[in-house]
């Protein structure tokens, strides 16, 4: 007999936006190019009985540095959830490019679930090639590789789950060890894609983003968020603006800064 997990409560933090046109968002660019921004997010997915924070963001210093504009601070966003950073036991970073990996001291009980083959992406011969590593803060690999020092570090090997109800799945792609997360809702299967697929368009359109090491990976990686994903609308793409607007604010107060993504899309 089968048990159907306790479902997930999930939620989208936007933290920080780079404004940018849709020819940056697409390999060839886009012959109808337009305004079409880039928002950052880190997610929550909590259960009664578990919670995990997905992807870490970054913080003012690396906004400064990449010219990015910091919106709220990724601390301020999980209060606003009442999540305690400091009481937080387990972190899945879908990879680790400085967007997603920074805010080293903020989780300091937490676990840190990585794939194999992105802590080996990302300290190996790949990081000579200026292109592959322009993504990637040294100071946060560094970090990475003390968490593993300090035995902080649950690393994966492709598909696991990590809970009753939440698993996480290798697609590689956009950088060689990108996983995605699977959440069990009361809508049915939710897969946060992160950068598996930046916006809807990417992977809706089969038109992928220029940042990549295995094109051919990166598009099936598309198929996967689909198969993955109980429907279309519970395939989250990791960047796009349209998801705060695709689904209703965690409280009429957050309107535009947190999205609550198991519950009924609101367009």
């Given at each position: 007999?089968?048990?159907?997990?306790?479902?997930?409560?999930?939620?989208?933090?936007?933290?920080?936006?780079?404004?940018?046109?849709?020819?940056?968002?697409?390999?060839?660019?886009?012959e109808h190019d337009g305004p079409m921004p880039l928002d950052y997010?880190?997610?929550?997915?909590?259960?009664?009985?578990?919670?995990?924070?997905?992807?870490?963001?970054?913080?003012?210093?690396?906004a400064a540095h990449r010219g990015r504009a910091l919106i709220t601070?990724?601390?301020?966003?999980?209060?606003?959830?009442?999540?305690?950073?400091?009481?937080?036991?387990?972190?899945?970073?879908?990879?680790?490019?400085?967007?997603?990996?920074?805010?080293?001291?903020?989780?300091?009980?937490?676990?840190?679930?990585?794939?194999?083959?992105?802590?080996?992406?990302?300290?190996?011969?790949?990081?000579?090639?200026?292109?592959?590593?322009?993504?990637?803060?040294?100071?946060?690999?560094?970090?990475?590789?003390?968490?593993?020092?300090?035995?902080?570090?649950?690393?994966?090997?492709?598909?696991?789950?990590?809970?009753?109800?939440?698993?996480?799945?290798?697609?590689?792609?956009?950088?060689?060890?990108?996983?995605?997360?699977?959440?069990?809702?009361?809508?049915?299967?939710?897969?946060?894609?992160?950068?598996?697929?930046?916006?809807?368009?990417?992977?809706?359109?089969?038109?992928?983003?220029?940042?990549?090491?295995?094109?051919?990976?990166?598009?099936?990686?598309?198929?996967?968020?689909?198969?993955?994903?109980?429907?279309?609308?519970?395939?989250?793409?990791?960047?796009?603006?349209?998801?705060?607007?695709?689904?209703?604010?965690?409280?009429?107060?957050?309107?535009?800064?947190?999205?609550?993504?198991?519950?009924?899309?609101?367009?």
């Amino acid at each position: 007999m089968s048990h159907t997990p306790a479902p997930y409560e999930v939620y989208a933090i936007r933290y920080a936006r780079h404004e940018r046109t849709a020819a940056a968002n697409f390999i060839g660019g886009d012959e109808h190019d337009g305004p079409m921004p880039l928002d950052y997010f880190v997610w929550v997915a909590r259960s009664e009985h578990r919670a995990f924070v997905i992807d870490t963001g970054f913080d003012a210093a690396a906004a400064a540095h990449r010219g990015r504009a910091l919106i709220t601070p990724v601390r301020q966003g999980l209060a606003a959830l009442g999540v305690e950073p400091a009481a937080v036991e387990d972190v899945i970073v879908t990879h680790m490019h400085y967007d997603h990996a920074g805010n080293h001291d903020l989780f300091p009980r937490a676990r840190y679930h990585l794939q194999d083959a992105e802590m080996a992406y990302c300290t190996g011969r790949h990081m000579g090639h200026a292109p592959l590593r322009h993504a990637y803060a040294v100071e946060d690999v560094a970090e990475m590789v003390r968490k593993v020092f300090d035995q902080r570090v649950a690393f994966h090997a492709g598909d696991e789950e990590l809970a009753p109800g939440l698993s996480v799945h290798h697609v590689g792609g956009h950088t060689l060890g990108l996983q995605v997360v699977r959440v069990w809702t009361r809508r049915g299967w939710l897969v946060l894609a992160s950068d598996a697929s930046h916006f809807y368009a990417n992977m809706n359109e089969t038109r992928p983003f220029p940042i990549v090491h295995d094109l051919g990976a990166m598009l099936e990686g598309y198929r996967t968020i689909k198969a993955l994903a109980s429907a279309d609308d519970l395939a989250i793409p990791g960047h796009d603006p349209l998801v705060l607007q695709r689904f209703p604010a965690a409280t009429p107060a957050l309107a535009g800064h947190i999205a609550r993504l198991d519950a009924d899309p609101v367009a």
